[in-house]
């Protein structure tokens, strides 16, 4: 533990805002929602189409069913549509409530921690804690994510986009690096991930 404390590569603090964070997540929707929802609503149009030619040219008896289906293929397509941007507004206005908050970024040799800056203790807390020789606990809350198959870093003109899986994603504003700081990340995650990352050129 001590080792990889000390090898330590790069350690930034950082806020993301609001507008940066929206443009992470519109980037996130187009890489792994917006292409299953179209494919989905390709099917449905399709079969909308077929059944729509059955409603004119098929029987009057089967007619109403026709109709039902290609209702149905049409609403599901809105749903399609509709319900991506719903997400992305829901959350975008939970954003807005933490957009102050701040971040911590650690970068190692065989992994990273990300997460959240926690509030100081307050005075009391500082006092109980000299007073029976407690360690203070350390302000911060993250996760430490090993280099994987699983692990992707992409890189866009003004953040980094770091995902483990499709349904959760981190943020970096490039602004918190250096030139030199973003060349020494983009050797070290393509040495660290290979083809899974996914950075400028320098």
């Given at each position: 533990m001590e080792e990889q404390q000390e090898a330590m590569l790069l350690e930034k603090q950082y806020k993301i805002p609001f507008a940066l964070f929206r443009e992470a997540f519109i980037a996130f929707q187009k890489k792994f929602v917006f292409p299953r929802?179209?494919?989905?609503?390709?099917?449905?149009?399709?079969?909308?189409?077929?059944?729509?030619?059955?409603?004119?040219?098929?029987?009057?008896?089967?007619?109403?069913?026709?109709?039902?289906?290609?209702?149905?293929?049409?609403?599901m397509c809105a749903m399609q549509w509709y319900n991506p941007r719903k997400i992305r507004r829901n959350l975008l206005e939970g954003v807005r409530e933490i957009e102050e908050d701040r971040y911590r970024l650690r970068i190692y040799p065989g992994y990273l921690e990300i997460g959240t800056m926690l509030e100081p203790e307050d005075s009391t807390a500082q006092e109980t804690d000299a007073l029976f020789d407690d360690e203070p606990e350390e302000d911060f809350s993250g996760t430490r994510i090993y280099y994987n198959k699983g692990l992707h870093v992409h890189e866009y003109d003004s953040f980094l986009m770091i995902y483990q899986n499709k349904t959760m994603f981190y943020v970096i504003p490039k602004s918190v690096f250096t030139q030199e700081e973003l060349g020494l990340l983009r050797q070290h995650f393509s040495n660290a991930l290979g083809k899974t990352c996914h950075m400028q050129e320098q």
């Open positions: 929802n179209y494919a989905i609503m390709a099917v449905f149009l399709i079969v909308a189409g077929i059944y729509s030619y059955f409603v004119v040219n098929g029987s009057d008896q089967q007619r109403p069913i026709y109709c039902m289906i290609v209702v149905f293929c049409i609403v």
